[in-house]
């Protein structure tokens, strides 16, 4: 993950400098380019996005470049300084990004940029959530809400994200991130687990197949240890049918352990997050 994160930061580097070189100001980048500079990788767009605070600032721009504006600029965590490039702080740019992503994008960016490798993570869902709570005229606000109800802090990438949401939206419960457990004398982490009904959520994704055998070794362990590990692949996770089958193992698992209480009817992800669904004190 980080060496990826390094590659997006230094491919974004380079377009902001080319873009500086193209205006006579101190731009402050937005949006994707906020994004990229931050080593967070999303699907490139062309134009390369900046902010000024007011309208009056507009200026003649060559055509890749697109000025916002936005009032809040003199906010202490309106913006931070990457290299010698300045852009929008990680909780300014998560509300920004609330007027181009759905709920379940939101989410995973919250889960991204609050993710529990301490080099790679970004902000914090305080950060986050104080941020939206104390801006003023904030377009997407409940949005910006809901999806933070729904991120968990310390996902280790946003494909464990996808699959934690979809679970959810199928009527299972909040599961634990990252959960430790002592098995064979060795502690193992699953990705995501029910502990109390001694199942577990791995995602593979395809550098697993470089340490196919350790995660064998480590499934096995588990299994002997009257565990239930569900993997899941990346290809899974797009198809909609592949995922409704997988769940209906995990309910089936879940139910045959005891676990009626805690499996629901599905639903979608607005509805979860509308503050009324507790999530369970982990």
């Known amino acids: 993950m980080r060496c990826k994160a390094w590659s997006v930061q230094s491919e974004y580097v380079q377009r902001c400098r080319e873009a500086k070189r193209m205006v006579r100001f101190e731009p402050v980048f937005a949006l994707d380019m906020a994004l990229g500079l931050m080593g967070i ?30 009032n809040q600029l003199h906010r ?4 931070i300084k990457v290299f010698d490039m300045v852009c929008t702080s990680p909780a300014a740019t998560f509300a920004h990004m609330a007027r181009r992503y759905d709920l379940e994008s939101l989410t995973m960016l919250a889960d991204v ?38 991120s968990l802090p310390g996902t280790d990438s946003p494909y464990e994200s996808k699959l934690r949401l979809a ?10 991130i990252n959960y430790s457990l ?52 990346g290809a899974m996770l797009s198809s909609e049918s592949a995922m409704d089958r997988y769940v209906r193992n995990v309910r089936s698992a879940l139910l045959a ?10 639903r979608d992800l607005w509805r979860l997050a509308d503050g009324r669904h507790h999530r369970k004190k982990r």
């Open 182 to 233: 002592m098995v064979d004398g060795r502690v193992r982490v699953l990705d995501m687990a029910y502990p109390e009904f001694r199942i577990g959520m791995e995602y593979h994704g395809m550098h697993h197949t470089a340490q196919y055998v350790d995660d064998c070794e480590r499934l096995n362990a588990l299994t002997a240890g009257e565990w239930k590990v569900f993997p899941v692949w």
């Open 41 to 70: 990788s999303i699907e490139i767009d062309p134009r390369m996005h900046i902010v000024m605070s007011d309208r009056d600032q507009y200026r003649t721009l060559p055509a890749p470049i697109v000025c916002h504006t936005w």
């Open 167 to 176: 679970i959810l939206r199928r009527g299972l419960p909040m599961p634990v």
């Open 113 to 150: 940029m609050a993710c529990r490798d301490p080099v790679l993570q970004r902000s914090t869902r305080l950060q986050l959530g104080r941020f939206v709570r104390e801006g003023r005229r904030l377009t997407n606000r409940r949005l910006c809400m809901r999806a933070l109800r729904l």
């Open 76 to 79: 202490d965590d309106a913006v």
């Open 257 to 266: 352990a005891g676990g009626s209480s805690v499996v629901e009817e599905p």
